[in-house]
């Protein structure tokens, strides 16, 4: 099973990402956490010793953005490191060079495109 974590300070993505992925979580093929914030997502992967093997990032958020948790997660988690995504709003060059320089895996879009996401994802298990 593939435990994935999404931080993003908007709520509703939970709803989305639930209902977008009811079949692969009824299956037992996926499993999400959700963190509103990127100190709620460290606190995650403190708590849970590192479970998630991809972690699904918002650049922009209040307090600690998408980028500042990359770089805490590039430099403290690597046994094994966990494939991190960031999400950015579209055209935002400035943000993905950043967060392709603190070593992001890969990127994806708002809105996010969830047939990209699934494909990317069965890539990964």
């Known amino acids: ?20 992925f009811r079949r692969e979580i009824k299956n037992g093929e996926m499993h999400f956490d959700f963190a509103f914030s990127g100190e709620q997502a460290l606190q995650y992967l403190t708590e849970h010793e590192q479970e998630a093997v991809l972690i699904l990032s918002d650049i922009n958020m209040p307090g600690m953005s998408g980028l500042e948790l990359l770089g805490q997660i590039k430099s403290k988690y690597f046994k ?3 494939v991190v995504m960031m999400i950015t709003a579209y055209g935002d060059a400035e943000n993905f060079n950043t967060a392709k320089q603190l070593g992001a895996d890969d990127f994806l879009t708002k809105p996010v495109d969830f047939t990209e996401l699934k494909e990317k994802l069965k890539t990964l298990i």
């Open 1 to 20: 099973m593939m435990k994935i974590l999404v931080v993003d300070d908007e709520t509703d993505v939970q709803t989305l990402f639930e209902q977008r």
């Open 80 to 82: 094994p490191p966990p």
